[in-house]
């Protein structure tokens, strides 16, 4: 089945960096979207990043959400079934619980989180 195990959250001051990690098993990792979702304390599930596969046809791009773009960078290495998010300029805005997704279904973005880890904890503070 599907799994992802997200890791490297933690607690930043603003203007600080933080990586995130997520490995993923139970599927043909290379062939499909991956995504960083966050949920924001009182906020919905939201797309962070995305990056597309290189297979099938894909173009292997990169997605951002608008308040993130120019911060943060997506990266997948698909010989390892792992996914990172490199989070820098952090704001305060930036707090939330960070989920890696798919849909292990479609190889371009966006992706709906069909799938998701546990989560890991971004929490942005003074």
């Known amino acids: 089945q599907v799994q992802l195990v997200e890791s490297g959250g933690g607690l930043a001051q603003p203007g600080g960096s933080l990586n995130l990690s997520c490995e993923a098993s139970?599927?043909?990792?290379?062939?499909?979207?991956i995504a960083w979702y966050r949920q924001a304390p009182g906020k919905d599930l939201e797309e962070v990043s995305c990056a597309s596969s290189a297979y099938g046809g894909n173009d292997g791009s990169v997605h951002y959400a608008m308040d993130v773009r120019g911060r943060f960078a997506i990266s997948r290495d698909d010989a390892k079934d792992m996914v990172y998010l490199q989070m820098e300029n952090l704001k305060l805005e930036d707090t939330g619980t960070y989920y890696c997704?798919?849909?292990?279904?479609?190889?371009?973005?966006?992706?709906?989180?069909?799938?998701r880890g546990q989560g890991t904890q971004v929490n942005v503070s003074f």
């Open positions: 139970g599927f043909i990792f290379r062939w499909y979207a």
């Open positions: 997704a798919t849909d292990a279904a479609f190889g371009r973005c966006p992706v709906h989180p069909r799938y």
